[in-house]
């Protein structure tokens, strides 16, 4: 980024693609920032930097799903009655 002036139009445009299009091609992501001019720099980071969101979106959502089964998995034990590790017994005294 250098003066900043594409930067807003840029982040809309592709904030809205990769919420419709969490794995988009090249093509796609050209299409999607069409209208959005920079003039400092080539498109060629601006391409990286959307592929590199990309991954990491796809990377918080696989893990955010896996937490998510992790929670439903002791909630399931704890109701059945078995211990797990997350569910320390507490000494009665």
Known sequence: ???????????????????HDPSPTEATVREALTGNLCRCTGYQKILEAVFLAAGQRRLES????????????????RGAGRRTEAAPVIART
Do not use: H, N, S, W
Request: proline letters at 3%; a positive charge.
């Open 1 to 19: 980024m250098q003066c900043g002036f594409c930067t807003p139009g840029l982040i809309v445009a592709v904030t809205d693609l990769l919420r």
């Open 62 to 77: 696989r893990v955010a799903l896996q937490a998510e089964a992790a929670y439903r998995r002791l909630v399931k034990d």
